[in-house]
């Protein structure tokens, strides 16, 4: 629950590893930069005649204030990013200039990744995600938590999902499972032979019966 | 047991010619060009040579789509086959069907055949859009879909069966359409139309030529302002007939019907649209109302689903209105009657709404400030004092929004439902029930910061209107509110599960 203001200092905290994580992504974004910026900046100001400027000026500017306020932002945001994991919800508080605190219900989960780039790899962190009903992006999303944590994170998250779902009546379904459908066929095309199979379709077209409420993507082994 | 396909039907292929004649539009053009400037007789051959090919064009897809086509229902799923060369087989759970619609354009009435669409909570288009089966494929197929018990669909009983809820009068539709302007959409239409290549090359060289030389030769002191006022006056004028006739056109005959808690809409004089949705798919109803039709008594409806509303088709040029409307014009003596409908659950009738933060005002004021300064200082490099003219202006204006908003902007918790209202010219409410909310969110701006105060948002699976959010509320209070809606939204189970 949000309760008791939005004090999250008693929240989980990021593995401290997530700096690093930041920190060499940072540079990596600003050398990318740079170089976008640099090529462009030397061919063109080789050419005037009236550029006054010290050759590259623009770009070494850029370099400066792009790793100054990314390598200084690193620690507040590590420091502000926070997690905690309630009885029936997940919140994640973010942000240092604009802040957020979002709350997601755990029988809103429609479901949860797990992901790292191969520095977060190397470092052995993961970034946990949740994606809800109707947001095509995650809902939430907790970088640099260890390999383990994410993946107990995950089970917890998950785990008492459908249950609740199951437990209460759902609307009946138009045609009960395995006796078939009760109704009446549609009115046959006006064209003969609709008994038709197509040729390259006949494995594909035994499908399961739709499962009612059984929204949770079944769990991989790892 | 193997599913049972069906095709659609074989006169599909006419309702495909024009749309394949537009996607071949280009090369019409080169061949109709060709033939021109050929002309003498001894072509006639080649001409008659281009006219089938062109024909074999249109046609061969239209066929192969037809061939290839199947729908099937079989164990609780909707099954889609299509294709040739990649073969494509689409499963529908048929609970997970948010919305069902029937198209039919003056080609599909004449010919009485309907485009069925299928809408579930996957995205904005339409998931399956089924063209074109008779009508009476098109009912039944609806019947299974929403589980009703299936019959032969016929004209009669549908009429003796119906409950009609809300059917405006024709005076008021014509009314909401004199409320609105199009000019701005003439406008964007007109240069819509000029980028088109055949039009492009002469629009341009008959400005080349005429316009610019003419404009050049008139002296400035004839320029003078009645001419460009009235021609303004003009286009408006036009603007606001075509609104009131598209207006007409398009919700003609506009009807509400409810039935076993689903309600459908249809409308349309020529093109004819029906679409069905469940009353228990409903995430977010949204009002909306211009000032002029706030003087006239009237606003419009829009309700939001999962899926789409009547959303484009994917792959398709067709696209037909976005916006999930419910009802183009609603009598505002009508609104109670129409929110208990679509939010049955909730008592809406005495909504009691509170104020945002005083401290808005401030905040907005702030907020403009450090924008403000940067323009009049860039604009300091051509007005030199007059910048100072420049900072007051964006000041006042910042105040001025401040003001409105804090006048305009309301909220209220009523029943679980998550309510504001919004705008000054224009103003919006939106109603969220707090068991359709998916997540809570509080944020906070700097500016915010300073003042401590807070925007709550509320996000719901609708795909328009998807979140609700208050600006500028006291922390303590966003907390509270944030706090009350995400224990609701943990209670309830997920309200995408409901289905027909």
Redesign the interface.
């Given at each position: 629950m949000p309760g008791r203001a939005l004090e999250t200092e008693t929240w989980e905290m990021l593995e401290p590893q997530v700096k690093t994580l930041w920190r060499v992504e940072n540079l990596i974004s600003t050398l990318i930069i740079a170089l976008m910026v640099g090529v462009p900046e030397f061919l063109i100001t080789r050419r005037l005649d009236n550029w006054r400027v010290p050759p590259l000026a623009i770009t070494g500017g850029l370099l400066v204030l792009s790793l100054g306020i990314g390598q200084w932002i690193v620690g507040r945001t590590y420091h502000l990013y926070r997690f905690r994991l309630g009885e029936d919800d997940l919140a994640v508080a973010k942000g240092v200039f604009w802040r957020s605190w979002r709350f997601v219900s755990r029988n809103r989960i429609q479901h949860v990744d797990i992901s790292a780039g191969p520095i977060a790899r190397a470092l052995g962190l993961v970034n946990v995600s949740l994606f809800v009903g109707g947001m095509p992006t995650a809902a939430v999303s907790i970088p640099g938590l260890t390999e383990a944590r994410g993946e107990q994170l995950r089970a917890t998250l998950i785990k008492d999902t459908p249950k609740q779902a199951l437990d209460e009546p759902i609307a009946p379904m138009v045609a009960p499972s395995d006796s078939g459908p009760q109704l009446p066929d549609l009115p046959p095309s006006p064209i003969a032979g609709t008994a038709w199979q197509p040729p390259g379709l006949e494995g594909l077209a035994e499908i399961p019966p739709a499962s009612p409420a059984n929204d949770t993507p079944p769990q991989e082994p790892r | 047991?193997?599913?049972?396909?069906?095709?659609?039907?074989?006169l599909t292929i006419v309702i495909e010619l024009p749309r394949a004649l537009r996607q071949l539009f280009v090369v019409i053009l080169i061949v109709g060009v060709q033939i021109f400037q050929r002309g003498s007789t001894d072509s006639e051959t080649q001409v008659e040579l281009y006219l089938s090919l062109l024909g074999l064009a249109v046609v061969i897809p239209a066929l192969l789509r037809y061939f290839?086509y199947?729908y099937a229902?079989?164990?609780?799923?909707l099954?889609i086959?299509s294709g040739i060369i990649t073969?494509n087989?689409r499963?529908i759970?048929?609970?997970?069907i948010q919305n069902i619609n029937f198209k039919r354009t003056l080609l599909h009435r004449l010919l009485g055949l309907v485009d069925v669409q299928i809408e579930t909570?996957a995205g904005g288009a339409a998931e399956a859009a089924i063209s074109a089966l008779?009508d009476?494929?098109a009912h039944?197929?609806r019947a299974?879909?929403?589980?009703e018990r299936?019959r032969?669909y016929s004209p009669v009983l549908e009429a003796r069966d119906k409950k009609i809820v809300y059917k405006p009068t024709i005076w008021e539709i014509l009314l909401v359409g004199a409320s609105e302007n199009r000019a701005l959409t003439i406008l964007a239409a007109i240069f819509g139309l000029l980028a088109l290549p055949p039009f492009q090359q002469t629009f341009f060289n008959a400005i080349d030529r005429d316009t610019i030389r003419t404009a050049a030769r008139v002296p400035a002191q004839q320029q003078n302002w009645m001419l460009w006022g009235g021609l303004m006056l003009a286009f408006f004028a036009i603007g606001w007939v075509v609104s009131i006739v598209s207006t007409f056109v398009k919700y003609f005959d506009f009807e509400i019907t409810e039935k076993d808690g689903k309600i459908k809409r249809a409308y349309g004089l020529f093109n004819h649209f029906e679409n069905t949705v469940p009353l228990?798919r409903i995430?977010t109803v949204h009002v909306s109302q211009n000032f002029v039709q706030r003087w006239l008594n009237i606003s419009k409806m829009y309700v939001a689903t999962?899926g789409g509303f009547g959303g484009e088709k994917r792959n398709e040029e067709v696209q037909i209105q976005t916006a999930p409307l419910l009802t183009p014009v609603l009598r505002e003596s009508e609104r109670d009657r129409m929110m208990r409908l679509t939010l049955p659950k909730y008592d809406l009738s005495a909504p009691e709404w509170r104020e945002v933060s005083k401290s808005t005002f401030w905040r907005h004021l702030r907020s403009g400030f450090l924008p403000s300064v940067a323009i009049s200082l860039i604009s300091v490099y051509w007005l030199k004092w007059g910048a100072a003219g420049v900072f007051v202006g964006l000041m006042a204006l910042a105040a001025f929004s401040g003001y409105i908003y804090w006048r305009t902007a309301r909220w209220a918790q009523v029943s679980g439902v998550l309510a504001t209202r919004v705008g000054w010219l224009k103003r919006q409410w939106n109603f969220l029930p707090g068991d359709k909310?998916?997540?809570?969110?509080?944020?906070?701006?700097?500016t915010q910061?300073v003042f401590k105060l807070a925007t709550v948002t509320c996000?719901?699976?609708?795909?328009t209107f998807?979140s609700t959010e208050i600006d500028d509320l006291p922390?303590?209070e966003a907390?509270r509110v944030?706090?009350e809606f995400?224990?609701v939204?943990?209670r309830?189970?997920?309200s995408?599960?409901?289905?027909?």
């Open positions: - | 047991m193997n599913p049972v396909f069906h095709r659609i039907h074989p290839s199947g229902i079989h164990q609780g799923n099954l086959k073969k087989l499963t759970p048929l609970d997970r909570a008779t009476e494929q039944v197929l299974q879909l929403t589980g299936p032969s228990r995430q999962a909310i998916q997540a809570v969110t509080i944020s906070q701006t700097p910061r996000s719901s699976a609708a795909a998807q922390v303590d907390v944030a706090t995400h224990e939204s943990a309830g189970r997920d995408l599960l409901d289905g027909f």
